[in-house]
């Protein structure tokens, strides 16, 4: 019994002397690692609350653009005296300043011998484009003007340009 009771009091001064050591550090699994690290128990955390207000629905808004906008270089074209004879050509340059593409529907005039020609294709935003004017006199004589009406997706109004001058007889 002396042996038994020596060995039982040597076990728990052994038992007793040695270091206290943490717990083992939890083995992390693919469940875990992504949840929550694995943090030394001596070490302290810093936590924030984040709240979000649920009352409302989240609106996701796409940016407007601004509408398309027809700026023209110039809207006034006098080409001067010329012969009854001769042919008037000019180009009408302008700009989409608008955000969204220029689509022009389609163009007038006031007078069957001006014919209009233009780009059947939008004009993006910032591109530059020209309405091609062509009159042929054809033997018309004294002060003449012709207006050209631009319609476009702009605005609900046409758009007004004006050629004028003066054609002298042979």
């Known amino acids: 019994m002396y042996k038994y009771i020596t060995s039982l009091s040597i076990a728990a001064t052994l038992v007793a ?3 206290s050591t943490p717990p083992p550090a939890a083995v992390p699994t693919p469940d875990t690692v992504a949840a929550a690290p694995v943090v030394p128990s001596d070490t302290t955390v810093a936590t924030t609350n984040i709240t979000t207000d649920t009352s409302q629905p989240i609106r996701r808004t796409k940016p407007t653009l601004a509408p398309p906008q027809l700026t023209f270089e110039k809207t006034t074209f006098n080409y001067g005296k ?3 004879t001769d042919t008037i050509r000019y180009q009408f340059a302008f ?3 608008g955000g969204k593409p220029l689509e022009i529907s389609r163009v007038t005039t006031s007078w069957g011998s001006a014919v209009p020609s233009y780009s059947k294709l939008p004009i993006a935003a910032g591109e530059k484009g020209t309405i091609d004017i062509n009159i042929t ?9 012709t207006t050209i009406s631009v319609y476009s997706n702009a605005s609900d109004e046409p758009q007004t340009l004006t050629i004028e001058g003066e054609a002298a007889s042979k």
């Open 82 to 84: 010329v012969k009854s």
């Open 137 to 145: 006199l054809l033997g018309k004589s004294g002060k003449l003007r």
């Open 17 to 19: 002397c040695q270091p």
């Open 95 to 97: 700009t989409n300043t």
